[in-house]
């Protein structure tokens, strides 16, 4: 059973800096990997789909790395601002059907002006 | 555009009441998922429905019904409701198959 796994569950940094996100997964064999926003009281936004054939993928400030072989993914965010402030998920989905989708519980991060 | 919308919003039922949530895309999506979320739990998929006129139990089903009315629209019914039911509910949808990309703001229910 895929077992997916966000480390820190909160995160707090001050405006302006660099970060990384971190998502680790248990089975390799993944279809795709999604990064989602999540805003108090909001329904989940997504940011960046990573295909199983892609290696990164970029939208903006956001930069997704996808590691199959070691089963790890990381969001960077670049030069962050309160704006930013959210919980991020990440979702692997597995090869065999529409179940096969696994949710992190998230990083809740706080950019501090 | 309004994406996916969720009714209610917010909701209270004692135990043993019935309801139904409600869900709509305007995207014209083949592709539409029940999820709830709980603290600590992460996204569980409750069904879904790959294309108008089928569904398909997920991972956490029981306690559930759901309805593809149309390509536009799929509900949930809850026909005894349970305090372990007390959740946020959230709908998604996706032009193709497997992932789901959009979400509505969820409806959050409370079971007494």
């Known amino acids: 059973k895929q077992e997916v796994t966000q480390i820190p569950a909160a995160l707090s940094v001050p405006e302006g800096e660099n970060l990384v996100l971190n998502c680790s997964f248990t089975?390799?064999?993944?279809?795709?990997l999604q990064w989602f926003r999540q805003d108090p009281g909001k329904g989940l936004t997504s940011l960046l789909l990573i295909q199983s054939s892609q290696r990164e993928q970029t939208s903006g400030r956001l930069n997704a790395s996808l590691d199959k072989s070691s089963g790890r993914s990381t969001l960077y965010i670049a030069a962050s601002q309160p704006g930013d402030s959210a919980t991020y998920l990440c979702?692997?989905?597995?090869?065999?059907?529409?179940?096969?989708?696994?949710f992190g519980t998230g990083t809740k991060l706080q950019v501090i002006p | 555009n309004a994406g996916v919308t969720q009714t209610p919003k917010f909701q209270v039922l004692k135990t043993g009441q019935s309801m139904t949530l409600q869900c709509a895309q305007d995207m014209n999506h083949n592709s539409m998922y029940w999820y709830r979320q709980d603290p600590g739990m992460g996204l569980r998929l409750i069904y879904y429905?790959?294309?108008?006129?089928?569904?398909d139990k997920g991972e956490v089903p029981n306690g559930y019904n759901v309805s593809r009315l149309n390509k536009r629209e799929f509900s949930l019914r809850l026909e005894s409701a349970a305090p372990s039911q007390t959740s946020v509910y959230f709908c998604?949808?996706?032009?193709?198959?497997?992932?789901?990309?959009?979400f509505g703001d969820g409806t959050r229910l409370s079971i007494l």
């Open positions: 089975d390799s064999a993944i279809y795709n």
């Open positions: 979702a692997v989905a597995n090869s065999g059907g529409y179940q096969k989708v696994t």
């Open positions: 998604a949808s996706s032009p193709g198959r497997l992932t789901p990309q959009h």
């Open positions: 429905s790959a294309s108008e006129g089928t569904t």
